[in-house]
């Protein structure tokens, strides 16, 4: 079946530098690739979302490019925020029928001033 | 912005108790989800449905049942709670496409406890 992997499960650091979020996937099918934020005590809501190979997608300053050749789709943003301290997702669709989506178990971003 | 509103925010129950989590969107989306969410799990698929009357089995899908009553109410049913769902759980709906590429909305969550 589907599956996806992040392996930062926390990341830390300083108001202003860059962060790069790991994923990784696995499906037999056509991937559809998504990034979910989710900050404290709120619902998850999409931050950006790729089937392009290697086509960069950029929202709120956020940037990540699919990359089949190594089932890949890395978050990255050159310098964060303290408001981007929040619960990362990265997820697939495998584009079988029936929009399911497989999540990672997440990476959580804690920006410091 | 997709409305997707779950009842009640917070729940608290007894081993072998009987708990019904509600959910109604109004965007008129075929899909609606439920997701439990635990730490170190991330978010893991209970049940979905495409429209009324249908049910699709998740990943995890043990110990719950759920009914779609209509295009806009999803609900997810536990008979026999035991402490193992103790979890925040969030209902999501999606449409119109259904080949993967569309966008997720959820719901605020509701946080269910079994003592």
């Known amino acids: 079946g589907d599956s996806v992997t992040q392996t930062e499960g926390l990341v830390t650091l300083t108001k202003g530098l860059p962060v790069m979020l790991n994923c990784t996937y696995q499906t037999t099918y056509s991937p559809f690739l998504f990034w979910y934020v989710q900050h404290l005590n709120e619902a998850p809501k999409l931050l950006l979302k790729s089937s392009t190979d290697n086509k960069r997608t950029e929202h709120q300053g956020f940037y990540a490019t699919l990359h089949k050749s190594s089932s890949s789709f890395h978050l990255q943003k050159s310098s964060v925020q303290l408001s981007d301290s929040a619960l990362y997702f990265c997820?697939?669709?495998?584009?079988?029928?029936?929009?399911?989506?497989?999540f990672g178990i997440g990476t959580r971003v804690l920006v410091r001033p | 912005e997709a409305a997707v509103t779950q009842s009640p925010r917070n729940k608290v129950t007894v081993t072998g108790g009987n708990v019904t989590l509600s959910c109604r969107q109004t965007?008129?989306?075929?899909?609606m989800y439920w997701y439990r969410q635990d730490t170190g799990h991330g978010l893991r698929l209970i049940h979905y449905s495409y429209g009324a009357g249908n049910l699709q089995i998740g990943d995890v899908p043990d110990g719950y049942k759920a009914t779609r009553t209509t295009q806009e109410d999803f609900f997810l049913l536990l008979e026999l709670a035991s402490p193992s769902q103790t979890s925040l759980y969030f209902c999501?709906?999606?449409?119109?496409?259904?080949?993967?590429?569309?966008?997720?909305?959820f719901g605020s969550g509701t946080r269910l406890t079994v003592l």
């Open positions: 997820a697939l669709s495998g584009g079988s029928a029936g929009n399911k989506l497989t």
């Open positions: 999501a709906s999606s449409g119109p496409g259904d080949r993967g590429a569309e966008t997720l909305y």
């Open positions: 965007n008129s989306h075929n899909y």
